[in-house]
């Protein structure tokens, strides 16, 4: 059984160009003009893309006394609705557990995905235990590291610890990422707010503003380059933290920014929202903020110092957001955005101008694949990748309701915004998923995908710190001690 695409443009990274795009089994196995299949798609008037890939996703996940509500079932199939044919989820071992016991654990709940999906690990506490762990993960093909330094007396790790662990993610050719908010500063806030009576949500954003997450960022970025290893910032909400960021590049640090969905699109303003519920169900961290921070994402992504769009989709249902009634410190942290991300990325960027549609294949796919260390076989549309597709259709129009939405959840954070730019179609690994809204993808389908170490930027970057390590200076004569 083969399917062809034809009558669409190509739309890549780099290139956009008419051709028929020929699958065969679960590979793309042709790209040229007039091509035939047993089935045909007709991608007239429409984009043929990489399908997106989503590198930060936290599908029931335990956190916050709770557990996020849409797992691997729910929130695959939200992806696929929105052209996203692939998830990076976190495994987060519980303080003192073994990283492959985690492992073990995220491998019984993913066997229900629709998509394909890979895992970052997560270092929530340090020693020997972890460290050796560290090689048999890579090992399993993730490559990826996660530290948080906020969510202090609970996921947080101290500088020491960020250092040991940095240090070891370099020799095992990973790379390192951060969740940048200075937790100790965000603990004290928040202890101040509450004893002065500022027990909302919009405390919540009090607790954790720009500052907090411009000192994290800075600081992440010294550890990794005393370290010697590839950073990655996720969820860079605000300029504090992107301007850490573009500093670092330019001063030809390999360091990388993640911006969300939601931060590009929503603003502070949420938290002031007299419904209490309203408030709440857009409390995570970091927080929203106002639109000068809003634009300085946006110019990253145009300009180059921002590099992936994600979601950190971490749906929690409006029973669960109640648990902070009368203290904003228990409402669990998280947002979903899965199902949203491309179409609001497309509508706010690709039609406004501020993205081409290049850049927003680069966002949405490229960049985190080669970033991870998957490409091409994920987010490139190339003879030999994965049929991993979205045939997108700039005209279609929808208004975001959670009424239709595939995510468990009561709500949606984007409720009521017109969207303009849909998959016509969805294929994940040469099965179609998604038809005109329709879904049809199946349980189970999606596959773990391994990842590589040691990628050229690791090996650049080796090389250079080899290159400039501290060496002894040899010299002809030694004084004698004197006294
Ligand atoms: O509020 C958030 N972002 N929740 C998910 C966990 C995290 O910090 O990424
Ligand atoms: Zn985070
Ligand atoms: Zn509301
Ligand atoms: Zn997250």
Redesign the pocket.
């Given at each position: 059984m083969s399917i062809v695409i034809k009558n669409g443009t190509v739309v890549t990274a780099d290139l956009s160009y008419k051709a028929d795009v020929l699958i065969e089994g679960d590979k793309i196995v042709a790209i040229a003009e007039g091509l035939v299949g047993d089935e045909t798609l007709d991608a007239t008037g429409c984009m043929i893309m990489p399908g997106g890939i989503d590198p930060h996703t936290h599908l029931e996940m335990p956190f916050m006394g709770t557990y996020s509500a849409d797992d691997f079932e729910s929130g695959t199939r939200a992806a696929l609705a929105g052209g996203t044919t692939m998830v990076v989820d976190f495994a987060l071992p519980s303080p003192g557990q073994g990283l492959l016991d985690a492992l073990q654990m995220w491998d019984n709940k993913s066997g229900r995905a629709h998509c394909d999906y890979s895992y970052h690990m997560a270092i929530t506490w340090w020693g020997e235990q972890v460290f050796d762990e560290m090689e048999a993960v890579v090992k399993r093909g993730i490559t990826s590291f996660k530290h948080f330094m906020a969510y202090k007396g609970a996921l947080m790790v101290n500088d020491d610890e960020l250092f040991s662990s940095f240090r070891r993610v370099g020799d095992l050719g990973g790379i390192a990422l951060v969740h940048a908010e200075n937790g100790d500063v965000v603990a004290e806030l928040s202890a101040r707010l509450l004893a002065e009576g500022n027990t909302g949500p919009e405390a919540h954003a009090y607790s954790r503003p720009p500052q907090v997450e411009g000192e994290a960022t800075n600081r992440a970025i010294m550890v990794a380059d005393m370290a010697g290893v590839p950073l990655y910032v996720v969820h860079v909400s605000c300029e504090d933290s992107h301007e850490a960021i573009r500093r670092a590049r330019q001063q030809g640090k390999r360091v990388w920014g993640e911006p969300l969905i939601q931060h590009l699109t929503l603003d502070e303003g949420e938290y002031f929202?007299t419904?209490w519920?309203?408030a709440a169900r857009r409390v995570m961290s970091p927080p929203f903020r106002n639109k000068q921070h809003q634009d300085s994402l946006w110019a990253g992504l145009q300009s180059g110092s921002l590099s992936v769009v994600a979601t950190d989709h971490c749906a929690f249902t409006t029973e669960q957001k109640r648990y902070g009634v009368g203290d904003f410190t228990k409402i669990p942290n998280g947002t979903g955005g899965l199902e949203d991300r491309m179409p609001m990325l497309w509508t706010h960027g690709v039609n406004t101008g501020r993205l081409t549609p290049n850049e927003f294949v680069a966002a949405t796919s490229t960049n985190s694949a080669k970033i991870l260390g998957m490409y091409p076989r994920k987010g490139a549309v190339l003879v030999g990748s994965d049929a991993d597709l979205v045939v997108w259709d700039p005209e279609a129009e929808k208004t975001i309701s959670s009424q239709s939405q595939q995510s468990a959840i009561d709500y949606n954070v984007f409720e009521g915004q017109t969207v303009k730019g849909l998959p016509r179609y969805t294929l994940t690994r040469g099965v179609i998923a998604v038809t005109e809204g329709k879904i049809a993808s199946q349980e189970g389908h999606g596959q773990f995908i391994p990842r590589n170490a040691r990628g050229t930027v690791n090996r650049a970057l080796s090389q250079w710190k080899d290159l400039t390590a501290p060496r002894p200076v040899t010299r002809s004569g030694i004084p004698a001690s004197g006294v």
């Open positions: 929202n419904d519920d309203h």
